[in-house]
């Protein structure tokens, strides 16, 4: 098997964020916090039709990763308090073989090369890899899905790692 995967990094996110453990956890969990997306102008022709989604996957590499492999077995954010391990495919974390990230955002507007958005989870200066507009006839799965051990943490809202890890005083 080729284990070279060519990637373009198509822009930047810009956010307030330079903190790893202060940055929110999920896009979900942050939907009022704005970010923005400077795309590379030799990708511009790319935005053509995007400002008439509400919503798109955004894919970015987490950069801020310690270097070496992760471990396949890791202690979630939402499950620091208890120490309890998960399989790396069964958590959402950036500790990941390829750190891919997979965000949610809200598209507020499209304005040149710059795409404002709403549901930041991501370090300032992370590499945009990909967008791609979010569809509901294709996105969203019909019922209601099980989310494995998800659906039995209680999840609060602006939730950040440093929030999480246990001994953590709220302010």
């Not at 903190?19 to 102008?41: C, K, S, V, W, Y």
């Not at 310690?66 to 958590?91: E, N």
């Not at 799965?141 to 005083?169: E, F, M, N």
Request: proline share 10%; glycine share 12%.
């Amino acid at each position: 098997m080729d284990s070279a995967i060519p990637l373009q990094v198509v822009g930047i996110v810009r956010t307030a964020h330079t903190d790893f453990a202060g940055t929110p956890i999920q896009a979900g969990l942050n939907r009022a916090e704005h970010g923005t997306i400077e795309i590379d102008r030799g990708y511009e022709d790319g935005l053509d039709g995007l400002a008439g989604f509400d919503y798109a996957w955004l894919l970015t590499w987490l950069h801020k990763q310690p270097s070496g492999d992760p471990p396949l077995r890791q202690v979630p954010f939402l499950l620091q308090s208890q120490q309890r391990q998960m399989g790396m495919f069964a958590a959402r974390g950036p500790r990941r073989i390829n750190p891919i990230g997979l965000s949610l955002i809200r598209i507020l507007d499209v304005t040149g090369l710059v795409i404002r958005f709403a549901g930041v989870d991501l370090l300032d200066g992370t590499p945009v890899i990909d967008l791609k507009p979010y569809v509901a006839r294709f996105d969203r799965p019909p019922g209601k899905p099980r989310c494995g051990w998800y659906d039995s943490v209680p999840i609060r809202d602006g939730s950040t790692p440093a929030q999480l890890t246990p001994g953590h005083r709220p302010d």
